[in-house]
């Protein structure tokens, strides 16, 4: 059987005591696309701080294509091949949607920071931008600073500097929260036609588009698997009926 891209074993953390995540253990296929599901405070933005690095879990082990990750900072795992999007917007709102995006891709090509200058002249990692926003459909707006565009847009953007990047595993928090309806139409379209050999790992509240995303979905409650399985069988399992309803 081929390796996991994502292989998460006894994975547990605490705060002050109490679980958030408990004994979480998952296998995430390369290119699958992966909803986690359950309800508010299950632990699964937790699970995606713990995978990124910005939580260090209380136990457990998390692998990517067969490296631990666990004790690495952030910084190396996006080496690694791991990005992810936050649930808040986490962009520069007085620079350029370009200049958002060259940022993350320097960021990523580490001890080659210049001066402001320097950096402006750098046409190469301007042009590299440029393809990124054109997948996202931002390229028209790529001089708008951040501050004056629509929060679909900024979405949207969060996505393209997640995929500069280059990341094998992509881990989405919300990518659709706060979005108007046609807003939803042009990110659910671009989580369609993110290249299939990324995987994809999502958080996501509105069924109707995560349903439509997802190949497998594990389903958590207060911080442990309850499930992991096809849609058909989550959706057929009674306890996702018990952990929704609570009955
Ligand atoms: N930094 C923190 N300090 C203390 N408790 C926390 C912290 N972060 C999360 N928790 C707690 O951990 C549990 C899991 O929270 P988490 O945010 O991971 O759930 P979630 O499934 O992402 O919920 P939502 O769908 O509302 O975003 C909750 O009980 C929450 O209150």
């Given at each position: 059987?081929?390796?996991?891209?994502?292989?998460?074993?006894?994975?547990?953390?605490?705060?002050?005591?109490?679980?958030?995540?408990?004994?979480?253990?998952?296998?995430?296929?390369?290119?699958?696309?992966?909803?986690l599901l359950g309800p508010n405070g299950a632990g699964k933005t937790t699970l995606f701080n713990l995978i990124c690095g910005d939580l260090a879990p209380t136990l457990g082990s998390i692998r990517l294509f067969g490296a631990e990750l666990v004790g690495l900072p952030p910084r190396k795992r996006t080496?690694?091949?791991?990005?992810?999007?936050?649930?808040?917007?986490?962009?520069?709102?007085?620079?350029?949607?370009?200049?958002?995006?060259?940022?993350?891709?320097?960021?990523?090509?580490?001890?080659?920071?210049?001066?402001?200058?320097?950096?402006?002249?750098?046409r190469a990692l301007r042009a590299e931008a440029m393809a990124i926003l054109d997948r996202v459909r931002l390229a028209d707006l790529a001089d708008r600073p951040v501050s004056q565009t629509a929060y679909g847009d900024r979405r949207r953007l969060e996505i393209a500097m997640a995929l500069a990047l280059s990341p094998r595993v992509l881990l989405l928090?919300?990518?659709?929260?706060?979005?108007?309806?046609?807003?939803?139409?042009?990110?659910?379209?671009?989580?369609?036609?993110?290249?299939?050999?990324?995987?994809?790992?999502?958080?996501?509240?509105?069924?109707?588009?995560a349903l439509a995303f997802a190949e497998r979905i594990t389903l958590l409650h207060h911080g442990r698997v309850v499930a992991t399985g096809?849609?058909?069988?989550?959706?057929?399992?009674?306890?996702?009926r018990e952990v929704y309803l609570g009955a």
């Open positions: 059987m081929a390796e996991p891209a994502l292989h998460i074993a006894g994975l547990s953390k605490q705060f002050g005591g109490l679980p958030a995540v408990s004994d979480v253990s998952l296998a995430i296929m390369p290119g699958e696309r992966h909803l080496a690694f091949g791991l990005a992810r999007t936050y649930q808040i917007l986490t962009l520069f709102p007085h620079e350029t949607i370009c200049r958002n995006v060259m940022l993350a891709l320097n960021g990523l090509k580490a001890g080659k920071w210049g001066t402001w200058r320097a950096f402006e002249a750098n928090d919300e990518p659709l929260a706060g979005l108007s309806r046609d807003e939803r139409v042009t990110v659910q379209d671009l989580l369609a036609n993110l290249p299939p050999d990324v995987t994809v790992v999502l958080i996501e509240h509105d069924m109707d588009v096809s849609r058909a069988e989550i959706a057929a399992d009674p306890r996702t």
